[in-house]
């Protein structure tokens, strides 16, 4: 008879549960030592305009930290792209492959997953981004959470109590009803106070933009055939499902962390907006605008968003006119072509006579 599995943490022996907990926290250092730099390091630079001890200070410290981490995952999220785009364009021949191998589970994950590695497509870059953003959202919620009960978490705030006691005690909307502490949280529930509405604002704000992003990407940015079928009806679930998930989630973690949340959320909504203006997707409603606008400034469209074609339809190579009309030009150095040379004509004998 097999042994009963523990239904709760109390159940699992102290040496396992101290096993597990030390090899979370040795992998997890660098991580915790890199976002507490980077608070204190933000918290230092801000201090001189806002006060060391202002909420302020420490709410502009976590955007900081943010904006840094999104900048620094900015080539993820461009592969990303790339690969989702190159999923799109492999949607029909993965239909054919459905109607195919419909009954044979087994035989068609096999060559749908060979159809996107010989079209260097691969399903799981879209999840990377957000896969390597939870380590350090879990550490930000450590840090806060260990400074309200007047702990440390991460190498720089443990060197600097005074600090762990500035961020437990900093404060935002000082004397209005929003008053909160950004190390507050919603639950335990204590009635309705400056906690209480900032924390609703808050999960209201990452809400509303991650639905207008997923939607602005579902209805500007998807081709009509990535519409349908049960990945887009998977992504109309998500569009509904995210309030939830944020408003369920939302309520256990500090102020301070949905400051992060919501700054996240809006680097994500702008970075969404451009791409979707400058480098639409082919065959998508974004891209037939950023034709037509194209077409109203007078240029030729047919290169593509991002390239350079040539103005007038021709390029210069030496001093021959050569037609390029339809053809991507390069912005490569240009290589002058050298003349031939001319042979001597020969003289006929009657001329070489008269010479004489």
Known sequence: MLPLLPLDLGMVPMDLW???????????????????????????????????????????????????????????????????????????????????????????????????????????????????????????????????????????????????????????????????????????????????????????????????TQLQLTRKNMPPEALEGPMAQQQKMMLYLFPVIFAVGGVNFPIGVLIYWLTSNLWTTGQQFFIIKRNPTPGTPAYAEWEAKQRLKGRDPSAGPGKKKSPQGSRTVGDEAVSTEGVTVSDGPRVQRQAPRQQPQRQSRSQRKKKR
Not at 58 to 78: D, H
Not at 88 to 94: G, R, S
Not at 155 to 161: C, I, V
């Open 18 to 212: 101290g096993s597990i907990t030390g090899f979370f926290e040795t992998v997890m250092w660098p991580i915790y030592w890199a976002v507490s730099g980077l608070l204190v390091l933000f918290h230092y630079l801000w201090s001189p305009v806002l006060g060391a001890d202002s909420g302020w200070t420490w709410s502009l410290s976590i955007v900081s930290l943010t904006v840094v981490i999104r900048a620094a995952l900015i080539p993820l999220f461009i592969r990303q792209i790339q690969s989702s785009r190159n999923m799109q364009a492999l949607q029909p021949k993965v239909r054919e492959l459905q109607k195919k191998y419909g009954h044979d589970r087994e035989a068609l994950g096999r060559e749908t997953m060979k159809l996107y590695r010989e079209n260097n497509a691969n399903p799981m870059a879209s999840c990377l981004p957000l896969l390597l953003q939870m380590p350090i959202f879990i550490t930000l919620f450590q840090v806060i959470n260990h400074a309200a009960i007047g702990d440390a978490a991460g190498k720089f705030l443990e060197d600097r109590p005074e600090l762990v006691s500035s961020l437990r005690e900093a404060t935002i909307f000082d004397g209005t009803f929003l008053q909160a502490r950004i190390s507050d949280k919603f639950l335990p529930f204590s009635g309705f106070n400056g906690v209480t509405v900032l924390t609703v604002l808050l999960i209201l704000g990452m809400s509303a933009t991650m639905f207008y």
